[in-house]
């Protein structure tokens, strides 16, 4: 079985600072990653992914993140946080080899990001 | 291109109604799944199809079931709705078979259920 854990609830951050939202994960065998963002009322829109490769993975609106196998973790982050990124933040996972070719997704239960004026 | 588009996006039934959800997803994607957000249970997985079959199925009673037509598009239905059926359906669509077959969402149809 797969999990994600999103620690914190919700993050609160001074607009201009960097923003770190965290992301443990569980799976068997090497994971698919990704981040996705809410805003009240909308779907959920995509804004990256770790497949494999290099450590550091960047995204949409200046969103990185940060894949650690060890800690298996996989945190975003951004340097200069803007108000404009208040919204629900969620981790997903799935195996890299997952059964009958499925795309299904665990997502965390998702962080609430307050970006302060 | 086009995204996934789910209608409708908000309505209101009665408990013991039914309900069907439609999914049209991005051009050319042929997987799509559903999803069930609430506040408590967070993003639950209900269905993946793939070229009009069933691939993958959540851990939902029978009240829930779904379909996929020769153009993709989905549908979902809930039959004899309850109170705790409230929730957000998601939509979403995949290019299979290509990189890590990260999904689309659409807006979602909001359900309540009286």
Avoid at chain 1, 13 to 26: D, F, H, I, Q, R
Wanted: proline residues 4%.
């Amino acid at each position: 079985a797969q999990s994600v854990a999103q620690p914190e609830d919700q993050v609160n951050v001074a607009e201009g600072n960097p923003l770190t939202v965290k992301c443990t994960y569980s799976v068997s065998g090497n994971p698919y990653l990704f981040w996705y963002v809410q805003y009240p009322n909308r779907g959920l829109q995509f804004l990256l992914k770790y497949i494999t490769g290099d450590n550091l993975v960047k995204g949409s609106y200046g969103f990185e993140a940060e894949f650690n196998k060890s800690q298996t973790s996989f945190h975003l982050k951004k340097p200069s946080a803007l108000v404009s990124d208040s919204a629900l933040y969620f981790c997903a996972v799935r195996a890299a080899r997952s059964g009958a070719g499925s795309y299904q997704l665990t997502f965390g239960k998702g962080t609430k990001l307050s970006v302060i004026p | 291109k086009a995204g996934v588009t789910q209608t409708p996006r908000y309505l209101i039934k009665t408990r013991g109604q039914q309900v069907t959800l439609s999914c049209s997803p991005i051009s050319g994607h042929r997987s799509v799944s559903w999803y069930q957000q609430t506040p408590g249970q967070g993003l639950q997985f209900l269905f993946e199809y793939f070229s009009e079959t069933q691939r993958n199925k959540g851990n939902f009673p029978g009240r829930f079931s779904g379909r996929q037509f020769s153009n993709s598009r989905s549908e979902m239905n809930v039959s004899t709705l309850e109170l705790g059926d409230s929730a957000l359906y998601l939509c979403a669509s995949s290019a299979y078979g290509q990189g890590a077959g990260e999904l689309f969402f659409g807006e979602g149809s909001r359900l309540t259920v009286l």
